[in-house]
């Protein structure tokens, strides 16, 4: 296993890297954004490390490129920003965690290796999931609604996925959060409200809905299903 670290701080991409080395991660760095986009896109990591504050451009938007570039490729932010706002941005934007400095090298060890593993399980069954007028490709990680396909950001694609799998059953919001973050503090909830909001304008011409329980989570239904 690949992993690109992208951290100005030299003595924090040193201890990053030497941990992963000695987990026995293949590690590639860079030490800016720019030169971290040209590193992704030249060695094609199976997971990234993503500082926010860098010297040239924004971290955000070094997310953003690498989600156009390869949506599949895992990311986590490893940042001083500690603000809700920031971790809800970078979550939204498609990040598959968020730790804020300082950090305990274990930690991110364990977080790197779950996020693989939940990778690798998802990617053990290729079969379609067909809802209503909705067909969710999980080989080709695309969507479709009646023959036009839908476009899906990582996190919706994932969530899409869950509530479909648990078609017309309530789906807790904690456990969204948990299963496609990865996340259990209840404060971050709105990370999954955010991502079901998309969804539903993406889903609006369908007879497929994704109701609310007030209090509970969510559930997906066929509008017109007796």
Do not use: C, H
């Amino acid at each position: 296993m690949k992993i690109l670290v992208i951290e100005d701080e030299k003595s924090i991409l040193d201890l990053i890297k030497m941990n992963l080395i000695l987990e026995g991660f293949d590690v590639v760095e860079a030490e800016a954004g720019e030169k971290g986009l040209k590193v992704f896109k030249k060695e094609n990591p199976d997971l990234v490390v993503l500082d926010l504050m860098l010297p040239d451009i924004d971290g955000f938007d070094v997310l953003k490129k690498i989600q156009e570039i390869s949506y599949k490729t895992p990311i986590i932010i490893l940042t001083a920003k500690n603000s809700q706002n920031d971790k809800l941005l970078g979550l939204e934007l498609g990040a598959d965690d968020y730790i804020t400095k300082p950090f305990d090298s274990k930690e991110l060890i364990l977080r790197i290796r779950n996020i693989l593993k939940r990778i690798k399980k998802q990617g053990l069954s290729n079969n379609e999931l067909i809802i209503g007028e909705l067909k969710l490709k999980k080989d080709s990680r695309t969507m479709y609604l009646r023959s036009k396909e839908i476009y899906l950001t990582k996190k919706e694609f994932e969530v899409m996925e869950f509530l479909m799998n648990n078609y017309n059953q309530v789906v807790k919001r904690e456990i969204l959060l948990e299963k496609i973050w990865g996340f259990d503090s209840e404060i971050d909830t709105r990370a999954v409200d955010m991502a079901i909001q998309r969804l539903r304008k993406k889903i609006k011409e369908s007879n497929v809905q994704i109701r609310s329980l007030y209090g509970i989570g969510y559930k997906l239904e066929v509008k017109d299903e007796k």
